[in-house]
């Protein structure tokens, strides 16, 4: 059965920082890996979604990598800013048609 | 633009209640989703529909029923509302037929049971 973790499951970073947010699959049989982000009370923005068969996709000061041989899967924020403050997960698309989603890392990022 | 809409964004409904929670997409997506968010559980399925008429049963289906009866619009019924049934309820919609592509998200409608 497929498990998704994310670790830390709180981050607060100073403005300005890079920083890596991390996903880890049990499973490396996938179709596909999303990122997303939740602010608080909303629904999920898709943010970037990587197929089996790529390496990384970027979008504008973000950058997600997937390593399907090891499991992992990394978001890089470069040079955060307080408006990326936010919940962001990840969630894995197998054979199910199915995303299994991990619990989230809650970034702060401090003005 | 791609756009998921759910009709309430708050309800609050008493016990044994029958409550319909409505999600439309505009996107002419083929699958589309139901999950329920409670802190320190995450996401998890409720059901979901790959096309019209057909629906099939996800991690937490108990409870829960659900109508698809045109491609845009997929339906989450609580046939009798419980305490426990408190929660976020998210519905998504994607592309494709097995294989989940991008999945897009609906604003959440946040239900209370009382």
């Known amino acids: 059965k497929q498990e998704v973790t994310q670790i830390p499951a709180a981050l607060s970073v100073p403005e300005g920082e890079n920083l890596v947010l991390n996903c880890s699959f049990t499973?490396?049989?996938?179709?596909?890996l999303q990122w997303f982000r939740q602010d608080p009370g909303k629904g999920l923005t898709s943010l970037l979604l990587?197929?089996?068969?790529?390496r990384e996709q970027t979008s504008g000061r973000l950058n997600a990598s997937l390593d399907k041989s090891s499991g992992r899967s990394t978001l890089y924020i470069a040079a955060s800013q307080p408006g990326d403050s936010a919940t962001y997960l990840c969630?894995?698309?197998?054979?199910?048609?199915?995303?299994?989603f991990g619990q989230g890392t809650t970034l702060q990022v401090k003005p | 633009d791609v756009k998921v809409t759910q009709s309430s964004r708050y309800l609050v409904k008493r016990t044994g209640e029958k409550v319909f929670l409505e999600c439309v997409q505009d996107?002419?997506?083929?699958?589309m989703f139901w999950y329920r968010q409670d802190p320190g559980l995450g996401l998890r399925l409720i059901y979901f529909?790959?096309?019209?008429?057909?629906?099939e049963k996800g991690d937490i289906p108990e409870g829960y029923s659900v109508s698809r009866e045109k491609k845009e619009r997929f339906s989450l019924i609580l046939e009798s509302a419980s305490t426990n049934q408190t929660s976020m309820y998210l519905c998504?919609?994607?592309?494709?037929?097995?294989?989940?592509?991008?999945?897009?998200f609906g604003e959440g409608s946040r239900l209370t049971v009382l």
């Open positions: 996107m002419d997506h083929e699958n």
């Open positions: 529909s790959y096309d019209v008429k057909m629906k």
């Open positions: 990587i197929q089996s068969s790529q």
């Open positions: 499973d490396s049989a996938i179709y596909n």
């Open positions: 998504a919609s994607s592309l494709g037929g097995a294989n989940t592509g991008e999945l897009f």
């Open positions: 969630a894995v698309g197998g054979n199910t048609g199915k995303l299994i």
